[in-house]
């Protein structure tokens, strides 16, 4: 981490840093309900895990969803339309990715 005041030196010049940087730990996703969602999508998803709070995205079989983070270990999805199966589901934030344990199972 930086600190207030610290200066960059790089080719062609430097830089005095007027305030810190911070480093953003990667997510980790623990479990989601439900398990099971109809093809036409609309499945509200809740997902928990930890480092959550930065979540950019969240893919079900790499379709993105419509998603809202609810807390630090929570976030909540809507199951995007897909065929009949099994995908899997990632969480992205601004601290790296993560993949859902286990599968969600689009149903007829």
Do not use: N
């Not at 099994?86 to 990715?97: E, P, R």
């Amino acid at each position: 981490m930086r600190h207030p005041g610290e200066a960059v030196l790089a080719l062609g010049g430097s830089a005095t840093a007027p305030g810190a940087f911070g480093f953003v730990a990667a997510p980790t996703a623990t479990g989601f309900s439900p398990l099971t969602g109809l093809t036409a999508g609309g499945t509200l998803v809740d997902f928990t895990g930890t480092g959550l709070s930065t979540t950019t995205g969240v893919t079900f079989g790499g379709v993105p969803a419509a998603f809202a983070v609810l807390s630090d270990t929570r976030v909540a999805a809507v199951a995007p339309s897909h065929a009949v199966g099994a995908v899997t589901i990632a969480l992205t934030t601004t601290g790296g990715s993560a993949t859902v344990p286990g599968v969600f199972l689009h149903l007829l």
